[in-house]
């Protein structure tokens, strides 16, 4: 069974940090390109950020570029996002989410349960 | 950047109806269009994939149409199960777009 676990999330001051993880087991990691999407209370969905397998292509929203940084470790099995620079903007539940890619294009199949950030002084 | 537009925001509707949602993207996205629904309090779930397969599991009421730019989700037959918000959401070019989201209440 494919899971994808964040953590990481918390309660944090405006100009603050965090870290968010996500774990994923039940699927071969090194095989999917991944991304994070947030969700601020009562809001829809936003992409945050996407990089690839190898780590080689990153991209991110203009809302968070030059404050968070993607990154994963391929033999841990794990997706992290470094948020600097925090927002009250920021506050929202953020999910991993798995992007399979087929000869079609690609989509989000899975997603983790979502681990909730919130700035605020 | 490609704005998706969905319609109508909001939808109150009885068991058994039908319900017909939009979703119009800004530019031209070919067939990369995928339906999801949210629970409260849940992830989202994949629907449809590629504007008009059925996700893995997913009930035949479900269905998706649509190419280029205009899109549509039917539920048939509602269940009250299917009291959820809908978004679409398009993959063919970064920045990785949704739409805004459709409630679907059920009376």
């Known amino acids: 069974e494919v899971q994808l676990v964040e953590s990481g999330g918390g309660l944090v001051r405006p100009g603050g940090s965090l870290r968010l993880s996500c774990e994923t087991s039940?699927?071969?990691?090194?095989?999917?390109?991944m991304s994070w999407v947030r969700q601020a209370p009562g809001k829809g969905l936003e992409w945050v950020s996407y990089?690839?397998?190898?780590?080689?292509?990153?991209y991110y929203a203009d809302s968070v570029k030059g404050r968070f940084t993607i990154s994963r470790d391929n033999a841990k099995n794990s997706l992290y996002l470094q948020m600097n620079s925090l927002r009250a903007e920021d506050t929202a539940v953020y999910y991993c989410?798995?992007?399979?890619?087929?000869?079609?294009?690609?989509?989000?199949?899975?997603w983790g349960q979502g681990t909730l950030v919130t700035v605020s002084s | 950047d490609i704005v998706l537009t969905q319609s109508p925001d909001f939808q109150s509707v009885t068991p058994k109806e039908k319900v017909t949602v939009t979703c119009r993207a800004s530019q031209y996205i070919g067939s990369k269009l995928h339906w999801y629904q949210q629970k409260p309090g849940q992830s989202p779930k994949l629907l449809i994939k590629?504007?008009?397969q059925s996700a893995s599991g997913v009930p035949s009421r479900f269905s998706g149409s649509g190419s280029g730019t205009d899109f549509t989700l039917t539920i048939n037959n509602l269940e009250p199960e299917d009291a959820a918000t809908y978004y679409c959401?398009?993959?063919?070019?970064?920045?990785?777009?949704f739409g805004g989201g459709t409630k679907v209440e059920i009376k």
């Open positions: 989410a798995r992007r399979y890619c087929s000869t079609a294009g690609c989509l989000f199949d899975y």
């Open positions: 039940g699927m071969t990691f090194i095989t999917y390109e």
């Open positions: 959401h398009q993959s063919g070019s970064f920045p990785l777009t």
């Open positions: 990089i690839n397998i190898g780590g080689s292509a990153i």
């Open positions: 590629f504007a008009s």
